[in-house]
């Protein structure tokens, strides 16, 4: 909203707020097929460190405003390193690391992501 009150599109970005609630709505009841899996969004950084984006830092957890993934036990509530030892179910999904922040257009794409994750 502070960048659509600088552009004066205040209207507009709360359309798109509106619609993206929905969409994460629409999506949380969809992934419910998913409730007793367990997600960890992971990074990799310029040394090739993998790094927990924290259950606490990603809405993608978020039970309330979020899409309501549920992380593994143990995993971290903030950013931190972590070693990455093996993948239950050798289920890895690339996710765009540009997607990793709770802009609009990012939540949108977010949201069409994990619907298709949900259908495999």
Known sequence: ????????????????????????????????????????????????NFNAQG????????????FGLLAPKGYAEGGEALTLEAVKNNHVFIFDNSLNSASVLAVRLASEYFLKMAKQ
């Open 55 to 66: 259950s606490k830092n990603t809405m993608y957890c978020n039970q309330t405003a979020g």
């Open 1 to 48: 909203m502070l960048l659509a009150e600088v552009v004066g599109k205040e209207d507009l970005a709360e359309q798109l707020i509106n619609e993206t609630q929905e969409m994460i709505t629409k999506t949380k009841e969809q992934l419910g097929t998913l409730d007793d899996k367990t997600f960890a969004l992971l990074r990799v950084d310029g040394k090739a």
